[in-house]
């Protein structure tokens, strides 16, 4: 059931080399287009509005049209539903540091020289050189400042990652075998606690999703926690009415055994709509 998360750099096909790996091990496969249409059909948004997430900072004009950490909250309850099913091999720009450090996955960052990602893109996207090299250079700052802002980590630090892969200079059906065989050993000593922490994972970030999503509720400072399936929330003004309102969108979650909610002073801030 083990699930393996890969962050790749552009240009160094680990898009490739992900769906190899499922293939392999009969996984379900997710690229980024995949969790982003995933995330855009649970919570109605965009796939171009997601794009914000890793792809290019917002105008000032668009600011107030958007709101960034919603989408990264969405994206976020996406990515680690999928991830709580298992059996899992997920792709994208930025994904790997979403997956629990718990034991039953895989944190991999594909890497390849500049050089060999510059000629692959300007193969892939018809570019020439000069063009290749300058759409690789912005994009390798652009995601990169992005994630930094929104999760507050660098993509490139290599202790983020369970593995560092390097795809220029050995085959890929290699590397997959190294990955294959790593997921297995994962299958066979992963436990059931390490997958509800997992689970546990999964449900609070739905939970913090369905608060931010909720006309009445949206970005009030609500604190969200799961254990075996047992959420607590605790926050300024969680008193009647509020309490009763966020307590029945978190039951409304899979999973959800029981909601415990902390009622404190003053009360929110009415809201219309």
Known sequence: MAVIAISQQIGSRGLELGRRVAEEL???FMSGDDLYAATSQRYSVTP???????ER????????????QSFAAYYRATVLTEFARGNLVAVGRAVAHVLPQVGCGLRVRVVAPFESRVN??????????????RRVLHYDREVRARVQSISNIDIED????????????QPLEFLATTLTTLARKIDGCADSGQWQEIRDAAITQQVRAALLAHPKIRDAEIIV???????????????????????GVARQIEGVASVNVAADEPP?????G
Request: glycine share 4%.
């Open 57 to 68: 900072t917002p105008h000032f004009w668009e600011r107030a049209k958007t709101d960034t």
């Open 26 to 28: 009969a996984y379900h």
């Open 268 to 272: 929110m801030p009415l809201r219309s």
């Open 120 to 133: 692959l893109v300007a193969l892939e996207e018809k570019l020439a050189p000069a063009a290749a090299e």
């Open 158 to 169: 290599a202790s983020l990652y369970d593995l560092v892969i390097n795809t220029a200079n």
């Open 225 to 247: 926690s799961c254990t075996c399936g047992a959420v607590r929330m605790s926050g300024p003004g969680l008193v009647p009415p509020w309490d009763e309102l966020v307590d």
């Open 48 to 54: 171009e509005q997601l794009l914000i997430l890793d």
